[in-house]
């Protein structure tokens, strides 16, 4: 059974000039979360914002701030983004020597603690720590950078994740992040996934405020 769905439109693709107003814009249209990418040029060949974004935007809007940090050494972060205000703090196995014991950290900062699956990366890395686990995220692209193509492959891996989270008994969120929209969005919230990571679909759009609502809509849509 999964929960609640939530849309978490991701900062990445909006227009920075115009931050504090398109994050009100997608806020006052229904967004759940707002999604923040932490990209440090190492993990993934990008690299993007820090915890002062958060801390802007914690001025900015009331949403809990969902933060997928795609860096090596999360550990060294996990403190900054808590102080900065974030609400969840999400990172990659293969980024850390000890994963469970970030979780922890993570919980022990006031912060939901997710973990991150790139496409080729097993699930099985979840199964570990799922107890600790208060998300899991599945990449359906590979990270680092905005409007890439849905991989359609990943619908499946995301039906076993939930199935692996229901056997487990957990109720973590399960997300879901890169390629999602209008046409993507229905097949893998039947697959399991409650949680929607959306850039472009939603700040690249003729009206970012209503194309929140519309991809909650579209969960809906046969397929
Ligand atoms: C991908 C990032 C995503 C990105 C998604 O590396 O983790 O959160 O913002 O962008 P879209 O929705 O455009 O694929
Ligand atoms: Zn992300």
Redesign the pocket.
Known sequence: MSNEIYIAP?V??TDLERLAEQVTAVERGGADWI?V?V?DGHF?PNLTFGPALVAALRRVTELPLDV?L?VERPEWYIAPFADAGAAVFTFHPETTAHVHRQLEQVRACGMLAGLALNPGTPLSYAEEVIDDLDLLLI?T????????RYIPAITKKVRRARQLLAARGSRARLEV?????RDTIAAVHQAGADTF?????IFRSADPESEVEELRRRCYTVV
């Open positions: 991701s990445l693709s999604h990418d990209m993934v997928h795609m990449m692209v590979n990270p680092g950078f905005p409007a890439q992040d890169g390629g999602i929209g990571v959306a850039g472009s679909a």
